[in-house]
């Protein structure tokens, strides 16, 4: 099987603009979690979606949005960007059942200038 | 308060030599899970190990090995006869599988050079 991928791998940006990540699981997975990386919070959890239903989210004000197509992929939006949402913006896909385990694509490095 | 600390920030060996990391976390569930990720200087993030709450038994598997002690809420995780290819961070995690939660809470991480 394919693993997860992300699109774009990078992206520069500049403050007050918005952007858009894409990302598409395993074949077969329902379930995409999306994590922001940064060097001073580490690995913090953003938000799941599963059966193109919101979940769960994590603590990220209201500029941290996203959706889920029928088919599983997953957008990740931020609109009115700020330096320190400069990234690695890390998605994740399972298949929800017992096992639960996530696994996760390349990532996108985003640049906030 | 943070779930899941890995006290050692780096760790640096020569080749062959085994390292363990070390991982503790903190949980009020009876179900959850552990795991041990590596992330490699390309940025993804690969799942090595897995380990639920009721089984505490502690396997191998290849160069890889890990010590689950639930009375002392540890994850700890070896790399036998380490190779420069081990050189990563390792993140320990943590799920806890209660209703609908999902996210993985995961560590710091430990930085591993292993010196040629």
């Known amino acids: 099987k394919a693993g997860v991928t992300q699109t774009p791998r990078y992206l520069i940006k500049t403050r007050g603009q918005q952007v858009t990540l894409s990302c598409s699981p395993i074949s077969g997975h329902r379930s995409v979690s999306w994590y922001q990386q940064t060097p001073g919070q580490g690995l913090q959890f953003l938000f799941e979606y599963f059966s193109e239903t919101q979940r769960n989210k994590g603590n990220f004000p209201g500029r941290f949005s996203g959706r889920q197509f029928s088919n599983s992929r997953s957008e990740m939006n931020v609109s009115t960007l700020e330096l320190g949402d400069s990234a690695l913006y890390l998605c994740?896909?399972?298949?929800?059942?017992?096992?639960?385990?996530?696994?996760f694509g390349p990532g996108t490095r985003l640049t906030v200038l | 308060a943070q779930k899941v600390t890995q006290a050692q920030t780096e760790i640096s060996v020569v080749e062959k030599e085994d390292v363990t990391l070390d991982c503790v976390y903190e949980t009020r569930d009876t179900t959850y899970y552990l795991f041990w990720y590596k992330q490699p200087p390309s940025g993804e993030l690969v799942f090595l190990i897995r380990r639920n709450s009721f089984d505490e038994q502690n396997e191998i598997s290849g160069r890889y090995s890990w010590n689950f002690q639930k009375s002392t809420s540890s994850f700890n995780f070896t790399i036998t006869a380490s190779q420069v290819v081990d050189s990563a961070v390792y993140f320990c995690a943590l799920s806890e599988a209660q209703g609908n939660d999902y996210k993985l809470s995961f560590g710091a991480g430990t930085t591993v050079t292993v010196r040629a």
């Open positions: 994740a896909s399972s298949s929800r059942d017992e096992t639960d385990t996530q696994y």
